[in-house]
């Protein structure tokens, strides 16, 4: 069976690996740099990647853009190491910048643009933080109108992801960035513990907005009973499920 790069349907495209960082103990950023003509996609959505294995069947991995969208070609992936998942292991065991992978458009209905709401809320726990930055980026970079509060739990405090840029994004005025570290917290002095009732209502978040949430199952699921009791209405409620 052809499992080579010409096999793949049409939508996927070749992307070059330009810079891999190491930005976490567990998280690694990956810079793509594809076709400008061909790859779009809105803040928030995520692509399917394939990693060719010459005869054998390629990797294959879906992973959220964190960059805010660009008109050049260029993304940036941020991938939690699982060595349970051949195309996020590959990646960070055996990829070189230079190399080659495909990659499909931004994919899903979980994205934000200018004119959906003057009022968002970004509500992530560990890696599911990644759609969000890019939402947070696209708010910081295009739309100064818009109001956009990221509400981002972790487990350690070196879990953070681009702890520099969160503080310099929240020193604009229209985006606020809440921290929470749930478990060896000796060190934090901000707050702890998982994104709650209490939490949420201390921040006097705007009701009107939309709110984005994303992590685990449990914590997408927790979130919706969350805000489902707090009042929001479905509506207002952007999700995506991995299951």
């Given at each position: 069976?052809?499992?080579?790069?010409?096999?793949?349907?049409?939508?996927?495209?070749?992307?070059?690996?330009?810079?891999?960082?190491?930005?976490?103990?567990?998280?690694?950023?990956?810079?793509?740099?594809?076709?400008?003509?061909?790859?779009?996609?809105?803040?928030?959505?995520?692509?399917?990647?394939?990693?060719?294995?010459?005869?054998?069947?390629?990797?294959?991995?879906?992973?959220?853009?964190?960059?805010?969208?660009?008109?050049?070609?260029?993304?940036?992936?941020?991938?939690?190491?699982?060595?349970?998942?051949?195309?996020t292991h590959h990646l960070h065991t055996a990829a070189r910048e230079g190399d080659t992978v495909y990659i499909t458009p931004g994919q899903g209905g979980f994205f934000f643009e200018r004119g959906m709401a003057d009022n968002v809320v970004l509500l992530?726990?560990?890696?599911?933080?990644?759609?969000?930055?890019?939402?947070?980026?696209?708010?910081?970079?295009?739309?100064?109108?818009?109001?956009?509060?990221?509400?981002?739990?972790?487990?350690?405090?070196?879990?953070?992801?681009?702890?520099?840029?969160?503080?310099?994004?929240?020193?604009?005025?229209?985006?606020?960035?809440?921290?929470?570290?749930?478990?060896?917290?000796?060190?934090?002095?901000?707050?702890?513990?998982?994104?709650?009732?209490?939490?949420?209502?201390?921040?006097?978040?705007?009701?009107?907005?939309?709110?984005?949430?994303?992590?685990?199952?449990?914590?997408?699921?927790?979130?919706?009973?969350?805000?489902?009791?707090?009042?929001?209405?479905?509506?207002?409620?952007?999700?995506?499920k991995w299951w």
């Open positions: 069976m052809e499992h080579g790069p010409d096999s793949l349907p049409d939508h996927f495209m070749p992307a070059r690996i330009e810079r891999i960082e190491q930005v976490t103990p567990l998280i690694r950023t990956f810079t793509l740099a594809a076709d400008p003509q061909r790859f779009v996609s809105r803040a928030g959505q995520w692509l399917d990647l394939v990693i060719p294995q010459g005869e054998a069947k390629p990797f294959v991995g879906g992973y959220s853009v964190v960059s805010a969208p660009r008109d050049d070609g260029r993304l940036e992936l941020a991938i939690k190491y699982a060595d349970h998942h051949a195309a992530g726990a560990g890696i599911g933080v990644t759609p969000l930055f890019s939402i947070l980026r696209y708010v910081h970079e295009s739309a100064p109108d818009v109001n956009a509060h990221l509400v981002y739990s972790v487990a350690r405090q070196d879990e953070v992801l681009f702890p520099e840029e969160l503080e310099r994004l929240a020193q604009a005025d229209n985006i606020d960035v809440t921290l929470t570290v749930t478990r060896e917290a000796e060190d934090w002095l901000g707050h702890t513990g998982r994104i709650s009732h209490s939490l949420l209502e201390s921040l006097k978040l705007p009701r009107d907005a939309l709110f984005y949430f994303c992590g685990s199952r449990e914590f997408i699921e927790d979130m919706a009973t969350l805000l489902g009791e707090w009042g929001i209405p479905e509506a207002q409620l952007k999700y995506e």
